[in-house]
Every structure is written in structure tokens, then in C-alpha cells.
């Protein structure tokens, strides 16, 4: 064939569910963007115009209905430009997860998914019907027919089609059939959510499609936190025969985030520019650049006016501060000072005025005063060390700090319930009810915190605890949003440690010299973590074990005793400490609040990982354990 170049675009863009208007502005500003840029075809992410998170919502007609109605709206925009665009269509009572192809304002047709993702956090085929292979239909809108199905597009001479997401996972892939066909070109709208590393699967995913069917792809995925729970990096690619052209930086803190490459089409083509490498995964940075714009996310989506965080002085709650500070350093990095203030909605003219004077770590220490408000409440049980801690940390980055006791409180409830069950509390009859009294009354207190600013207030659960409910429910669980309830503690902990060393956090130094502990017990009992439960880098393990990769209790035995992880007796007792609470602690994983998705599995019912509320906590199973 005689030679074709073809700029091509991709956009990440960042959407929210039914947010019609911001959804359509991103969708014109990246058209904008691409035209700036001379692009041939822009290619924008799956469901882009209604946002990819609306869930049941889909399974209302209107829904479609009003997506279509925005899609006219937007094609008027594509004069002199091809535009791929994500979108739910409802044909024949079903609905369609479709990428709807422009070119010069006139629609040219409709590419349905094949494959609908039903794994993990997904949940496709409750609201889409998968579109079978090789079929072309026509539906009607306003006496306007349109082509929907399994496409072929030909642009400038260059034959192309799609796979949408999940289609390019699976070993039939669409792009099987497509090369023989003589299509040239790829394209991939995808609303692919983050995970650690998956960056790098997602990379050889694409390159290596694009060397074994000798073609060019490109690929556009979701960015932020576009519904609550899942956070989307952003990624762009494009590539030809095996090697990556063009590769954006991920989860920024962009509305529109484009890469455009100038991509040669004929038998032997020319590729001028190739990214020879990419730096190793951290999966560290990784945690910290997902977190920090998941929250940023929410927080302005929610119109929340910053947030509120009990600052223990422990590993978890320090977790939670660190990434608001990331929410301000990285937020100003990605976007520019004026930028970022302007997007937070949080920032009056007069702070953008004072604060744009300053010098760049006053600036972000006072944007960081702005989104973050902390308080300690000590106990008689509490320590000096988590005071330190919690105090100094709050400073180092600039938050808000407030510090009070709360034993009188824990005393008017104990001598009430003392005085109706007539006889005293002891910590020997009454230990975990002691303990939970602390907690709990710490949340009124940080709850008006953060009803006074209308602030978005953090639970500090992490996932180890949520596995076998060593949380206190309405005392450490409360709040709107729980940011770190995905990640286990012992990620955590060397977290801290990599934060301190690498990002600069010096006021880390006091909490990464501690152990974890609630401090809900006498000083002298010396309570920790690890002492109530058991060590947290086996409880990740037996967790991992049993549910990500489905082993049962007397499997994960014999695989952590092979690991030679503990002795057998020591094993058993772990094994069975952890299936009887995560059994019984069921109840508290549905009463979270809501989590991100991190890790590439979490523990959350309402988005990985269901379990049933009542069960028989694997009585015969760890009995059959217990008489190995």
C-alpha cells in the first residue's frame, strides 16, 4: 500500500457519573486540544459522555436516551476531525456499551463491546449485553439510522476498528479477527481501573498486540476517582509493530490529558520516535500518586470543604495525613499553584491571594492548613510517644492541630451503665468493652470537627484490620470515606519508612519508631497489634491465601508450612484466630465507609469481595485443621 501518516490522539480524560456538563466540557476540551494538535482521529475512554461509573443507573433507558441527546450536542463539534467517543446506546430493550465514531460532525457508527468484564470489582453484564462477533445492525433515532455492531472504519485509506477494554483481555480477542480483514489500526477506549503494577500488564497488553498483529494501537483509559471507589490512572499509549510510540505520566490531577503521535502506514512503515524504556514500577509511588489524587477527587466532587482526621500519633491515621499533604504537593505539580487552588473549590480570593505570595514549602504547608484538620483525644491509657508523634507530624506539614482529653467523657458513660448493672467494670471481666468505650467516643467529637467546616471526615482503617474486625465500629471506622481500608498494615508500616526517607516527611520519625498499637489497655499491659492478633505480615499472607487465591483453611496450612512461615501448632492457631473473626466481623465490612481500590484485590462486599453475614465460620473446615 502506498504511505499514509496519520496523527493520532489520545485523551485520559477525568469524568463523573451523570455530570453531563462536566463530562461534555472535558469531551470539547480535549477535541480542542487535538485540533490545536492538526490530529487526524482522537480517541476518548469507554462511556466517556455519561462516565463509565453509573452503575444501575444504565439499566434505565433514560440514561442512554440522555447520553445520545449530548452526543449530538458534541458531534457538532468534530468539523474537520474523527472522534472516538465512549457511549451507552439501548437498542432492542438491552443496552450496549458502544464507542460511537465521528468524523466531520456526522456520526459514523456505533462499535459495541464484545466482552463484558464480570471479575473482581466488575460487574458488566448486571447492565450491558455482550454484542456478538461479526454482526451489523441498524437502529433508529428520530428517523435517523445508524450502524451499530462489529465495524470496520476506514480513514484517509486506513482500515480500523476497536476493542473496548475487556476485549483486548481475552484470548479471542476482536483484534483476531480484525487483521485479516486488513485493518491497520487499533483503537482501545478503556475505563481500566488501578491496581498496583498493573500499569505494566496494561503496557505489554498493548505493545505486544500491536508486534504480533503488525498494526498500530491506541489505547485511552479513564483518569481519577470518578465514582468513589475506583481510581483510574490515566494511561495513554500508543504503538506500532512491537514498539512504544507515545506514553503518558499517570494519575495526574488533569481534567484532559493528551499524548499525540504522527504514525506512518504502509508495508514496511517508518517509526521515527520509540520509547526505548520504562523506569521500574514503585509500587510506593504508585500508592501515594493514587491515594492522594483519589482523594482530591472526592473531596471536590463531594463539595466537601477539605478534611478531618483523628490523629491517633499511629501508623494508620499518619498514613491518612501524609496523603492530604500529597494532595496539595502533588496537586500543585501536576497543575500549577493558581491551578490547583482554583480546582479544590476550597480557597477563597483571599487565601489564593496570601498563599500565592509565599515561598513554594510555606505555600505548602498553608494549602495543607486549608485541607487538613487533625485532632489527638487522649486517654489516662494513652501515651506520651503517640502525643509526640501525632503532634509534631501535624505541624511538620502544616495541618490544622487540635488536641483534648476524653476521659471524663469514657467516665460519665462507664458510671452510667455501672450504676443500671449495678456492679463495677473491671478489665477482668469487661476488657473489650472498655476498650471500645474509648474509641467510640472519640467520634462525636471529630464528627462536629467536621460538621462545623463541612469537611470530608477520614476513617483510618486499614485492610488487615478489616479482615478480622480489629476496628471499633462507630469509634475508628467512623467517617465518610475510609482511604486506606485496601492496603495492608504491613505495607504500611514500610510505607512510613520509604515517606520519611524519600518524600522528606521528617515528622515520621515518631511513629515509625513505635509499635502499633491501639492503646485502649492499661500502659503496663504493654498492648500492641501484633500481640492481639498475630504477626501482620502472616495475617496478609493467610488472607491472601484464603481469598484472592481461594485456598481452603487447610491448604493455606500446608502451603505456610511449607513457607516453613511458623511451626505447625502456631500455624494452626493463627489460621484459626483468622477464619473465626473474619467469619464473625462480616457485619463491620459491610458498615464501612467507602474504600478505595488499591491493591489488585480488596476486602470490600460492595466491591471485590462478598461473604455472607451469617455463616458457620468454617467450623468442619477448621476442625478437620485442628485434627491434622
Not at 495 to 501: D, E, G, K, N, T
Amino acid at each position: 500500500m502506498e504511505e499514509t501518516r496519520l496523527i493520532l490522539a489520545a485523551a485520559a480524560l477525568n469524568q463523573t457519573p451523570l455530570d453531563w456538563d462536566g463530562n461534555l466540557k472535558n469531551i470539547q476540551d480535549a477535541i480542542a486540544e487535538a485540533k490545536n494538535n492538526k490530529a487526524d482521529i482522537l480517541l476518548l475512554p469507554e462511556l466517556a459522555v455519561s462516565g463509565y461509573g453509573c452503575e444501575d443507573l444504565f439499566l434505565s433507558p433514560w440514561v442512554s436516551e440522555m447520553a445520545f441527546e449530548h452526543l449530538l450536542q458534541l458531534k457538532e463539534w468534530c468539523d474537520g476531525i474523527t472522534v472516538a467517543v465512549g457511549v451507552s446506546v439501548f437498542y432492542n430493550m438491552k443496552v450496549y456499551n458502544t464507542a460511537c465514531v465521528i468524523k466531520n460532525k456526522e456520526i459514523v457508527g456505533f462499535t459495541a463491546k464484545q466482552f463484558l468484564a464480570n471479575d473482581g470489582v466488575h460487574y458488566e453484564p448486571r447492565w450491558f449485553t455482550p454484542w456478538p462477533a461479526d454482526v451489523v445492525e441498524e437502529f433508529e433515532v428520530r428517523g435517523q439510522k445508524y450502524k451499530i455492531g462489529d465495524i470496520i472504519y476506514e480513514e484517509q485509506g486506513v482500515k480500523y476498528a476497536f476493542e473496548i477494554c475487556e476485549d483486548a483481555w481475552r484470548p479471542n480477542r476482536p483484534a483476531e479477527r480484525h487483521m485479516p480483514k486488513g485493518v491497520q489500526l487499533i483503537l482501545n477506549p478503556s475505563a481500566s481501573h488501578f491496581a498496583l503494577s498493573k500499569t505494566d500488564v496494561r503496557y505489554r497488553l498493548v505493545v505486544d498486540a500491536s508486534k504480533k498483529y503488525q498494526c498500530a494501537y491506541m489505547y485511552a483509559n479513564m483518569l481519577g476517582n470518578e465514582a468513589g471507589r475506583m481510581i483510574y490512572d490515566g494511561e495513554v499509549l500508543i504503538a506500532q509493530n512491537g514498539k512504544l510510540i507515545r506514553r503518558n505520566e499517570l494519575l495526574c490531577f488533569k481534567d484532559v490529558d493528551m499524548e499525540c503521535a504522527e504514525v506512518c502506514f504502509s508495508k514496511n512503515p517508518e517509526i521515527a520516535e520509540v520509547i526505548e524504556y520504562l523506569p521500574p514500577i514503585d509500587e510506593n509511588k504508585e500508592v501515594i500518586a493514587a491515594l492522594s489524587l483519589a482523594l482530591f477527587d472526592y473531596m471536590r466532587k463531594s463539595r466537601s470543604r477539605g478534611f478531618v482526621l483523628s490523629l491517633s500519633g499511629g501508623a494508620d491515621s499518619s498514613l491518612c495525613a501524609v496523603a492530604v499533604a500529597e494532595v496539595a504537593r502533588r496537586g500543585v505539580e501536576s497543575l500549577g499553584l493558581e491551578a490547583f487552588m482554583d480546582k479544590a473549590l476550597l480557597f477563597s480570593a483571599e487565601d489564593k491571594e496570601r498563599i500565592s505570595k509565599l515561598p513554594a514549602d510555606e505555600a505548602q504547608k498553608a494549602l495543607v492548613n486549608k485541607l487538613l484538620t487533625t485532632a489527638y483525644q487522649g486517654t489516662v491509657n494513652s501515651s506520651d510517644d503517640t502525643y509526640t508523634s501525632a503532634k509534631e507530624l501535624a505541624e511538620s506539614i502544616g495541618a490544622r492541630f487540635y488536641n483534648w482529653t476524653i476521659d471524663e467523657v469514657v467516665k460519665n458513660y462507664t458510671s452510667t451503665i455501672e450504676g443500671v448493672i449495678g456492679r463495677d467494670l473491671t478489665w477482668e471481666q469487661d476488657d473489650v468493652t472498655l476498650q471500645n468505650i474509648q474509641a467510640r467516643v472519640r467520634a462525636p467529637g471529630i464528627w462536629m470537627l467536621a460538621n462545623l467546616q463541612n469537611g470530608l471526615l477520614m476513617a483510618t482503617s486499614n485492610r488487615s484490620e478489616a479482615s478480622v474486625g480489629y476496628a471499633t465500629m462507630d469509634g475508628d471506622t467512623a467517617g465518610g470515606i475510609s482511604p486506606i481500608a485496601g492496603i495492608d498494615k504491613a505495607f504500611i508500616r514500610q510505607f512510613l519508612i520509604w515517606a520519611q526517607q524519600e518524600l522528606g516527611y521528617i515528622g515520621l520519625q515518631y511513629v515509625n519508631n513505635l509499635q502499633p498499637s491501639a492503646e485502649l489497655r492499661p500502659a503496663e499491659e504493654e498492648q500492641t497489634d501484633e500481640k492481639d492478633l498475630m504477626p501482620y505480615e502472616v495475617l496478609n499472607q493467610i488472607e491472601r491465601l484464603a481469598f484472592h487465591d481461594r485456598y481452603a483453611p487447610m491448604e493455606v496450612y500446608d502451603i505456610l508450612l511449607k513457607e516453613g512461615v511458623a511451626e505447625g501448632a502456631v500455624l494452626k492457631e493463627w489460621i484459626t484466630k483468622f477464619y473465626s473473626l473474619w467469619s464473625r466481623n462480616q457485619w463491620k465490612r459491610d458498615r464501612y465507609a467507602p474504600s478505595f481500590h488499591l491493591d489488585d484485590y480488596n476486602v470490600d462486599p460492595r466491591s471485590w469481595l462478598r461473604f455472607p453475614i451469617l455463616s458457620g465460620g468454617f467450623r468442619e473446615e477448621l476442625q478437620l485443621l485442628k485434627e491434622k
